[in-house]
């Protein structure tokens, strides 16, 4: 909660319970049973936005 406050509105979003993404770095958005989302970075790494964080993410993308 900390990172959150510290940055408020910016690039930083919580998609975990101890995991945040950079939304600038997103590369590719993947659709996953249980209303989850893979979330795959510029880099290659692949992360999973569990459903409790699914709609924020939606949110802030403009995916709704």
């Known amino acids: 909660a900390r990172l959150e406050e510290l940055h408020g509105d910016a690039e930083l979003l919580r998609i975990g ?3 945040m993404v ?3 770095r997103v ?5 996953l049973p249980n209303s989850r989302i893979e979330i795959t ?4 790494e692949k992360l999973i936005a569990f ?3 699914v709609q924020g993410l939606r949110e802030k993308l ?3």
């Open 62 to 64: 403009g995916l709704l």
């Open 22 to 24: 950079n939304l600038y």
């Open 41 to 44: 970075l510029q880099n290659g």
């Open 51 to 53: 459903r409790h964080y």
């Open 27 to 31: 590369a590719r958005l993947k659709s």
């Open 17 to 19: 319970k101890s995991q």
